[in-house]
């Protein structure tokens, strides 16, 4: 089993920034993709942008240019840095991580809100 914790979401005015946080624990392996995906009420669940353990990185085109996503492998965490945030972009985010070991294994934090104010 793996377990995700995160941190960092908030409330923050329209052009404001945030940056998240979410630690991986357990039974990790050293082939995955960490990332972030987001849930807006009312919608299904939308990829915000992924990262691999060799770096691969991956972005939803309503973020790019504005999010940033980075890893420390040492500690097993993955970060989003959100920057010119704006009401869209509203959510509860998820952390998610998928190892690749004989066959994928996925797991989700437990989310937290992002709010922007306009």
């Known amino acids: 089993q793996v377990q995700l914790v995160e941190s960092g979401g908030g409330l923050v005015q329209a052009g404001g920034s945030l940056r998240l946080s979410c630690t991986a624990s357990?039974?990790?392996?050293?082939?995955?993709?960490m990332g972030w995906y987001r849930q807006a009420p009312g919608r299904q669940r939308e990829l915000v942008a992924t990262?691999?353990?060799?770096?691969?990185?991956n972005y939803a085109d309503s973020v790019k240019g504005r999010f940033t996503i980075s890893r420390d492998n040492a500690k097993n965490t993955v970060y989003l840095q959100m920057s010119a945030l704006k009401p869209e972009d509203t959510a509860v985010y998820y952390c998610?991580?998928?190892?690749?070991?004989?066959?994928?294994?996925?797991?989700w934090g437990q989310g937290t809100q992002v709010t922007v104010s306009s």
């Open positions: 990262m691999s353990s060799g770096g691969m990185l």
């Open positions: 357990g039974s990790l392996f050293s082939v995955n993709t």
């Open positions: 998610n991580i998928n190892q690749y070991y004989i066959a994928v294994t996925s797991y």
